[in-house]
């Protein structure tokens, strides 16, 4: 089978589904009940925390959440600290738990622009988990889609100037291996919730056949009922990656 093949990277059977996360919603939970938007978010936070723990039982064996995008700076300078503090506390308080329950996380996304302090605290607890195997858990923190590819494309150009790499050495998987995903499964489905339609700059590359499910339900929510909910409806759909299925 060709090494891009999308089937070649889809998990197999309904044991180690890949489902990706935009969380959207958070803000609207919470101007609806007249409270400050950072509730929405540390309510959206506890989901997170929830969905982790229901993954393994659910057949999940990867998933991954968009936490703040490379666009997210644009919103007010407190709810970027206030975002900041919460994807802090949440390392802290969850690293034993998700250390001993056999989940090993993975930060995608640019690090560079975040908080040292921030950056020292993923490092460590990817550093933790690293030999957990139960479930991949990836946490997409100023992450934007074509900033990856940007920087994977730079980084390809140079590997060339540097001679390890001949221009013809440049193809679609000498690209990925320079994604932020590199090694990991492409998502099976992605899910956004809050009624928003768009995929805004989220896995362009790896999404490329991945089912989409968009529901009305905020982030807030959205529980491991809902979630079973759509993968009990995504083991109906019959994916075909380009192919006429016989039989
Ligand atoms: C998603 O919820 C969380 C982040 C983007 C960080 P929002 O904060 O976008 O919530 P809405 O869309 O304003 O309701
Ligand atoms: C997408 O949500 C980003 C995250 C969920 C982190 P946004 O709320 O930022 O997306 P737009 O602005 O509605 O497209
Ligand atoms: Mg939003």
New binding site residues.
């Given amino acids: 089978m060709a090494a891009n093949d999308a089937t070649t990277k889809t998990a197999q059977g309904a044991t180690d589904l890949h489902v990706a996360f935009i ?7 919470a ?1 609806s009940r007249g409270w400050p ?1 950072l509730v ?2 540390r309510k ?1 936070a506890e989901r997170v925390r929830e969905l982790v723990r229901a993954c393994p039982e659910l057949g999940i064996g990867h998933i991954t959440v ?4 490379t666009e ?1 700076w644009k ?1 007010s300078t407190e ?1 970027v600290i206030g ?1 900041m503090s919460i994807f802090a506390r949440y390392i802290r308080r969850e690293a034993d738990e998700l250390s001993s329950a056999g989940v090993r996380l993975r930060f995608i996304g640019d690090r560079s622009r975040l908080d040292p302090k921030l950056q020292q605290l993923m490092c460590a607890i990817e550093r933790r988990t690293a030999g957990n195997r139960l479930l991949q858990f990836n946490v997409a923190i100023n992450y934007g889609g074509r900033d990856e590819l940007a920087r994977a494309a730079r980084q390809l150009a140079a590997d060339v100037q540097a001679g390890l790499l001949t221009l013809e050495d440049c193809d679609q998987a000498a690209l990925e291996a320079r994604l932020d995903t590199a090694g990991s499964p492409d998502p099976d489905l992605v899910i956004r919730t ?1 009624g ?1 339609t768009r995929t805004s700059n989220f896995l362009p590359w790896q999404a490329a056949y991945s089912e989409y499910e968009f529901t009305p339900t ?2 807030p929510d959205f529980t491991p009922e809902h979630l079973a909910e759509i993968l009990t409806r995504f083991g109906l759909r019959e994916r075909r990656f380009g192919a006429v299925l016989t039989g």
């Fill in positions: 969380m959207d919603g958070n803000g609207r939970w101007t938007r929405g978010h959206g968009y936490a703040f995008s997210n919103r709810e975002l809050s928003e905020l982030w």
